[in-house]
Nanobody, 119 residues
Framework: QVHLVESGGGLVQAGGSLRLSCAAS????????MGWYRQAPGKQRELVAT???????NYGDSVKGRFTISRHNAKFAVYLQMNSLKPEDTAVYYC?????????????WGQGTQVTVSS
């Protein structure tokens, strides 16, 4: 079993910054992709950013140029630096990890961390 724990959410004013962290623990051999999605009240979950084991990144259009994703492979961790935050960034942010064990890839999710941006 693998567990993901997010941290770093909170309340910030528009224009401010936050850094989210997510660490995986448990029966981990290799982690392929990691990343973040978010879900605002009444909206569907949307892509924020993903990063592969080779550090290739992909961002949702709404966060390009403001958010930066990174990872620390030895710590099984992924980070999200969020700058120039806007009220529309308010959401629960979920991290995920694609864990490879042998020939099996399993997708795991964290419990989510709330980010609230005030205007």
């Amino acid at each position: 079993q693998v567990h993901l724990v997010e941290s770093g959410g909170g309340l910030v004013q528009a224009g401010g910054s936050l850094r989210l962290s997510c660490a995986a623990s448990g029966s981990i051999f290799v982690i392929s992709a990691m990343g973040w999605y978010r879900q605002a009240p009444g909206k569907q979950r949307e892509l924020v950013a993903t990063i592969t084991s080779g550090d290739s990144t992909n961002y949702g259009d709404s966060v390009k140029g403001r958010f930066t994703i990174s990872r620390h492979n030895a710590k099984f961790a992924v980070y999200l630096q969020m700058n120039s935050l806007k009220p529309e960034d308010t959401a629960v942010y979920y991290c995920f990890a694609d864990v490879i064990s042998g020939t099996v890839l399993t997708n795991y999710w964290g419990q989510g961390t709330q980010v609230t941006v005030s205007s």
